[in-house]
């Protein structure tokens, strides 16, 4: 962290060293260059001075899985049902075989630990340890997000005072000066617009992917619960499309609410 600290700074204070030495051509194009460099590249590298390059790379994964469609809470809500069938059905050693199959992910954590006989309690502080380091990332990552958003205007505005200082310095005549410094402008409205039609709006989405991703937990927790205790499939499908107000399968009518400690009675045989 401290190397890429001190890589990320030495980058600034180049990125800004840069850009007092392009030349202003007569479209502005190399001030355009200079804005964007200043404006994308001082984001990116003071984000980096704060957060480590994996942080950074986390915030992206998060990103990409929030686009991806919100299937996961009928998916976890079929999952923990057919896990509850076949554990009526066969027993905690048919479960660990089912579990197996399933991704890596707080499901598969959750039948890892009953197979190997935690107790509910031990079951449900782990799973509760896991959830909560998965909302550590997320904050990290709105966090991250949010410091860019705030970064990108000030870089913007750092960009129009260099070339605003690089106008007043090279200009040879004062009839271009409104034009140099609409060109100058043009760090500011990178920057303004960055933040505001980027990071913004990315960070609000994954807020509310962080928002339905911590329902969905509390329903993979919960299911894992009930699934100890020996819970109905039908009542299970039930309770978690209720939860997840997600609307309830046509046969769901008609469900026995009786619990059935199946776990306790198969681990002491």
């Known amino acids: ?7 990320s700074f030495i980058i600034l204070i180049g990125i800004f060293a840069l850009s ?3 030349e202003v051509q007569e479209l502005g194009i190399a ?26 790379v986390m915030t992206i994964r998060f990103l990409k899985q929030s686009f991806g469609g919100n299937q996961q809470v009928r998916w976890t809500v079929q999952t923990l049902v057919r896990l509850s069938r076949v554990y009526r059905k066969g027993g905690i050693l048919t479960l660990e075989r089912e579990g197996e199959k399933l991704p890596p992910g707080l499901i598969h954590k ?5 197979s190997y006989n935690f107790s509910r309690e031990n079951v449900e502080q782990i799973l509760h340890k896991e959830a909560l380091l998965r909302v550590n990332q997320y904050e990290t990552a709105h966090k991250i997000l949010c410091s860019m958003a705030k970064l990108a205007p000030a870089m913007g505005l750092a960009g129009t005072v260099v070339n605003l200082i690089r106008t007043f310095g090279h200009l040879s005549s004062p009839q271009n000066l409104i034009g140099y ?34 329902l969905r937990m509390d329903m993979i927790i919960e299911g894992i619960l009930d699934i100890y205790d020996g819970e109905h ?13 997600i609307p309830s399968e046509p046969y769901i009518s008609n469900i026995s609410l009786v619990k059935t400690p199946l776990h306790a009675s198969q681990a002491n045989g």
């Open 233 to 245: 499939p039908r009542a299970l499908q039930y309770k978690l499309e209720t939860l997840a107000g």
């Open 31 to 56: 001030s355009n260059i200079n804005a964007l460099i200043i404006v994308f590249g001082g984001t990116l590298f003071a984000t980096l001075l704060a957060y480590p390059m994996q942080k950074l």
């Open 181 to 214: 410094m609409g060109i100058a402008l043009l760090s500011t409205f990178y920057g303004v617009v960055l933040a505001n039609i980027c990071f913004v709006p990315l960070s609000n989405k994954l807020r509310e992917f962080m928002d339905q991703d911590l």
């Open 110 to 114: 959750g039948v890892g630990l009953m």
């Open 1 to 7: 962290m401290i190397a890429q600290a001190i890589v």
């Open 20 to 22: 007092f030495h392009l």
